[in-house]
């Protein structure tokens, strides 16, 4: 730890703290609404794929499903921070958090948990019952992410793939916001929660290489006892396999004309690992990467194309990516299969 880490810490201990609105305003992490974002592609997918969607109130049932996603979500970041503080004391940065250095009531905050979500699933039901659900399963992930026994967030690689799976059940709200009555296909859900659980394996090494000490690592993560550089950097390498995998199944499936994005999808994760690589790297914080203008610049380019290409046709792909009418050699008498 650095002096001036120590300094500050010491000096936060020695300060006594009373819980206040604002503790519990900060561990409702509504600068982390910025997340809720990756909502809008399920939009944008679920109008491409339905019928031109007429329905007088769907910038209605937009703002409505923004409000209840981010509720909910505030409800697990609750629950995070009151189960994780006695962790947060060994981060060289989060041990100043509210509930660590005593700006939360501990009951008051588990009543802040039921409240948001109690509040975030009555309000999602005003957009549908089907997006009522989506809102309950993320509540519920989130407890499978936080709560003992299970608390998965402790579990090497199930920790990456149980908190990135709120990537599909926030497609899963934008979807359910424009009303499709269908679920939308599987490819597209396992191609987002890949992606996920690729910013959340570079979100871990980040932090672990910036802990920089495995003993630390793990009182701050009980997964990091599992983990090592190496074995993150190989994880993400398989998410990232998976979910272009899976995009290009989809694409191929469904809409051939989104096979032109693939290359600025690529871009945009290649630009996220870059900033994962770097010292103090802002991968560790999400909420704030709307800071990184070649992130954002290479995110709304990639928007602004995957969206456009879902509403135009280029019947020339289809002619381009059909299929060879070159047959195999089985055809001209020359039997397929390996050596003799």
């Known amino acids: 730890m650095s002096g001036t880490e120590s300094g500050a810490r010491s000096t936060s201990a020695t300060r006594v703290f009373q819980p206040s609105v604002a503790g519990h305003l900060q561990i409702a992490r509504i600068d982390h609404w910025f997340k809720n974002v990756f909502v809008l592609p399920g939009i944008v997918v679920g109008l491409g794929f339905s019928s031109p969607w007429a329905g007088a109130d769907l910038a209605v049932r937009i703002v409505l499903g923004l409000i209840s996603i981010c509720l909910v ?17 060994h981060h060289p940065k989060k041990f100043a958090r509210a509930v660590p250095s005593g700006r939360v009531s ?10 948001l979500m109690v509040a975030g699933v009555a309000v999602g039901l005003r957009v549908s019952a089907a997006f009522a659900v989506t809102m309950v399963l993320l509540w519920v992930m989130g407890c499978v992410y936080n709560i003992p026994p299970v608390r998965s967030k402790d579990l090497p690689y199930l920790d990456v793939l149980s908190e990135a799976i709120n990537n599909p059940l926030r497609m899963l709200a934008g979807w359910f916001i424009v009303g499709p009555p269908v679920i939308p296909p599987a490819t597209v859900l396992l191609s987002y929660w890949m992606v996920g659980s690729y910013f959340m394996a570079l979100k871990r090494y980040a932090e672990y290489r910036d802990i920089g000490d495995s003993l630390r690592a793990t009182a701050y993560r009980k997964s990091f006892a599992s983990y090592t550089e190496e074995s993150l950097l190989v994880s993400v390498m398989f998410y990232a396999s998976a979910a272009m995998l899976f995009l290009g199944a989809f694409i191929m499936r469904y809409r051939l004309e989104l096979i032109l994005s693939v290359p600025l999808v690529a871009v945009v994760m290649a630009i996220y690992l870059e900033l994962s690589l ?36 280029l019947p020339f792909l289809y002619e381009l990516f059909a299929p060879s009418s070159i047959r195999p050699q089985a055809t001209q008498g020359v039997p397929v299969g390996p050596p003799q």
């Open 106 to 115: 501990i009951p008051l905050g588990y009543l802040q948990w039921a409240a």
């Open 278 to 313: 770097r010292p103090d790297s802002p991968a560790q914080r999400p909420e704030g990467l709307y800071r990184e203008p070649k992130l954002m610049a290479a995110v709304v380019g990639c928007a602004f194309v995957m969206g456009l290409l879902l509403f135009r046709d």
């Open 73 to 89: 979500v505030s409800s697990n970041y609750t629950l995070n921070e009151l189960l994780d503080a006695p962790f947060d004391r």
